[in-house]
């Protein structure tokens, strides 16, 4: 009597016809799954990069060393110290909105004591004595 309802109870089913698949293609591709929006629990830079336009953010003081002094002299070259985040553009856009000079070039160095230093050479139109006696 078991074998009988056994038969029955199979006879009622359907057999699958999935069977096992044949690959054509050497590379497996994975299916597409959905995919959630980010949602972050805090953000991933721990502070925020320094704006365009924060110009006394840029430059913090102007330096009177006396290797400084000598750059002002001969090379008509002002040193500051900046902000440590700030860059070579940033430096020359405060530089000019400051002073109202325009600079040549800009070099930056950080120093041993973690501060970043920058040496404005101006152009020629501009006498770097002239400014630093204006600076201060």
């Known amino acids: 009597m078991p074998a009988a309802k056994t038969a029955?109870?199979?006879?009622g089913t359907?057999?699958?016809?999935?069977?096992?698949r044949?690959?054509?293609k050497t590379h497996f591709y994975r299916t597409k799954t959905l995919e959630l929006p980010r949602k972050p629990k805090y953000?991933?830079?721990?502070?925020?990069?320094?704006s365009r336009s924060e110009k006394f953010k840029v430059i913090k003081s102007p330096l009177t060393t006396e290797?400084?002094?000598?750059?002002i002299e001969d090379n008509n070259t002002l040193v500051f110290l900046v902000d440590i985040k700030a860059?070579?553009?940033?430096?020359?856009?405060a530089v000019k909105e400051l002073f109202d000079?325009?600079?040549?070039?800009v070099n930056t160095l950080i120093r041993p004591d973690g501060s970043k230093k920058a040496y404005v050479r101006l152009t020629t139109d501009f006498d770097a004595l002239d400014v630093a006696n204006r600076i201060g």
């Open 101 to 105: 000079i325009t600079a040549a070039k």
């Open 43 to 50: 953000a991933s830079k721990s502070n925020p990069s320094m």
């Open 8 to 11: 029955a109870a199979l006879k």
């Open 22 to 24: 044949i690959h054509t």
């Open 67 to 71: 290797s400084a002094m000598k750059k």
């Open 87 to 93: 860059n070579k553009r940033q430096i020359k856009n």
């Open 14 to 20: 359907k057999k699958s016809k999935k069977g096992t």
